[in-house]
């Protein structure tokens, strides 16, 4: 089994992925050295995998103003082989594609040539294509790589697709997974009930990127009568931009909550671990401005922790919201069990410090 194939079968089996952020100086430029120190804190914390060039690493490096889609996937590579030249188990590398089906082909090849396992196959942008339509899209990039499939919610430019739509996009062979992030319960079920009707049912994954509801999803056993047969479905891992603060925690989060799937009996604690979750979650992405601090508020995270030395985002007018700040503080205060700040000022130090 190659190093591509056994990446491949850690996806599917259900690991923790980071949405990673984009490292910029204080002149907002890229910041090679930094980008990969956070990369490698996201190993070191317990991820399983990483997902560069997506929406948390800001859609803007494709700009030619920036040109960064390259420069970015290049480093988190880099950081990647050199974590791996003494892991036991590859990390799974998930590189996002947008645009129509041109620039996603064009994206793909890219992403295949860095040495990138499967790419996240973006909506974003392409509400004026039918469904029929964005299907041959998928079908063309499955073409070329492995596609995780993308159900983004509508308030970043993602927009309602029909269950019709998640079948037979699960029957696309080389569809290796599919990311639920609509934010909403009636959409979800959509999504995985689609999955569930398709023959490729268990070839596909689920992976949870709704942060608003990510413990719910790890531990419900999702069940449908399909033609006479009752078919359950988990979602086994996730792909999340709040995954990439307090990485740590996450691990040992998402290590419990695994063990719980398929059980009876699910402890009350879990229940309101995931609605503590979902309140620094609210703060992080700035839900009360119709998230429109998410990305500089996952900044801040990092800037507090030593991880980023500021909140500094391609688009100037991209940051903190009016009372973002407070709320972030009131998270901290409120579940510092949450947070990993520890471990990092270790990792940190160690960096500093090496033996």
């Given at each position: 089994?190659?190093?591509?194939?056994?990446?491949?079968?850690?996806?599917?089996?259900?690991?923790?992925?980071?949405?990673?952020?984009?490292?910029?100086?204080?002149?907002?430029?890229?910041?090679?050295?930094?980008?990969r120190r956070l990369?490698?804190?996201?190993?070191?914390?317990?991820?399983?995998?990483?997902?560069?060039?997506?929406?948390?690493?800001?859609?803007?490096?494709?700009?030619?103003?920036?040109?960064?889609?390259?420069?970015?996937?290049?480093?988190?590579?880099?950081?990647?082989?050199?974590?791996?030249?003494?892991?036991?188990?590859?990390?799974?590398?998930?590189?996002?594609?947008?645009?129509?089906?041109?620039?996603?082909?064009?994206?793909?090849?890219?992403?295949?040539?860095?040495?990138?396992?499967?790419?996240?196959?973006?909506?974003?942008?392409?509400?004026?294509?039918?469904?029929?339509?964005?299907?041959?899209?998928?079908?063309?990039?499955?073409?070329?790589?492995?596609?995780?499939?993308?159900?983004?919610?509508?308030?970043?430019?993602?927009?309602?697709?029909?269950?019709?739509?998640?079948?037979?996009?699960?029957?696309?062979?080389?569809?290796?997974?599919?990311?639920?992030?609509?934010?909403?319960?009636?959409?979800?079920?959509?999504?995985?009930?689609?999955?569930?009707?398709?023959?490729?049912?268990?070839?596909?994954?689920?992976?949870?990127?709704?942060?608003?509801?990510?413990?719910?999803?790890?531990?419900?056993?999702?069940?449908?009568?399909?033609?006479?047969?009752?078919?359950?479905?988990?979602?086994?891992?996730?792909?999340?931009?709040?995954?990439?603060?307090?990485?740590?925690?996450?691990?040992?989060?998402f290590h419990a909550?695994?063990?719980?799937?398929?059980?009876?009996?699910?402890?009350?604690?879990?229940?309101?671990?995931?609605?503590?979750?979902?309140?620094?979650?609210?703060?992080?992405?700035?839900?009360?401005?119709?998230?429109?601090?998410?990305?500089?508020?996952?900044?801040?995270?990092?800037?507090?922790?030593?991880?980023?030395?500021?909140?500094?985002?391609?688009?100037?007018?991209?940051?903190?919201?009016?009372?973002?700040?407070e709320e972030i503080?009131?998270?901290?205060?409120?579940?510092?069990?949450?947070?990993?700040?520890?471990?990092?000022?270790?990792?940190?130090?160690?960096?500093?410090?090496?033996?």
């Open positions: 089994m190659d190093r591509h194939e056994k990446a491949l079968e850690i996806l599917h089996s259900g690991t923790l992925i980071p949405a990673i952020p984009l490292v910029l100086d204080q002149n907002r430029r890229f910041h090679p050295a930094l980008q990369v490698r804190y996201y190993l070191e914390a317990g991820a399983g995998g990483v997902a560069a060039a997506v929406h948390t690493t800001q859609f803007e490096i494709r700009d030619p103003k920036f040109s960064l889609l390259r420069p970015v996937l290049e480093t988190v590579a880099q950081e990647l082989d050199d974590f791996e030249k003494t892991s036991e188990n590859p990390v799974v590398r998930i590189a996002g594609v947008c645009g129509e089906a041109p620039q996603a082909r064009q994206e793909a090849l890219l992403a295949r040539e860095l040495g990138y396992d499967a790419v996240l196959l973006s909506p974003g942008g392409l509400n004026h294509l039918s469904e029929e339509e964005m299907l041959c899209r998928t079908q063309e990039v499955a073409a070329l790589m492995p596609v995780i499939g993308f159900y983004l919610q509508n308030s970043v430019g993602g927009r309602r697709f029909s269950f019709s739509y998640w079948k037979r996009l699960s029957d696309i062979p080389n569809v290796v997974a599919v990311k639920s992030a609509p934010f909403n319960r009636y959409q979800t079920l959509d999504l995985v009930r689609g999955c569930a009707a398709s023959s490729r049912r268990d070839q596909v994954a689920l992976y949870t990127g709704n942060d608003d509801n990510i413990i719910s999803d790890l531990l419900t056993p999702f069940q449908f009568e399909i033609d006479g047969q009752r078919v359950t479905k988990y979602f086994v891992g996730g792909l999340l931009g709040h995954w990439c603060v307090w990485t740590r925690k996450v691990a040992e989060q909550v695994k063990a719980y799937q398929g059980k009876e009996s699910i402890p009350a604690r879990l229940l309101t671990l995931g609605a503590q979750i979902t309140d620094c979650n609210g703060a992080f992405f700035d839900v009360a401005n119709g998230f429109a601090g998410c990305i500089a508020g996952v900044h801040e995270v990092l800037r507090r922790q030593g991880l980023m030395e500021g909140i500094w985002c391609l688009n100037p007018q991209e940051t903190l919201s009016q009372g973002q700040k503080d009131r998270v901290y205060g409120m579940y510092p069990e949450l947070n990993d700040d520890a471990f990092v000022k270790e990792f940190l130090t160690g960096l500093k410090n090496p033996a």
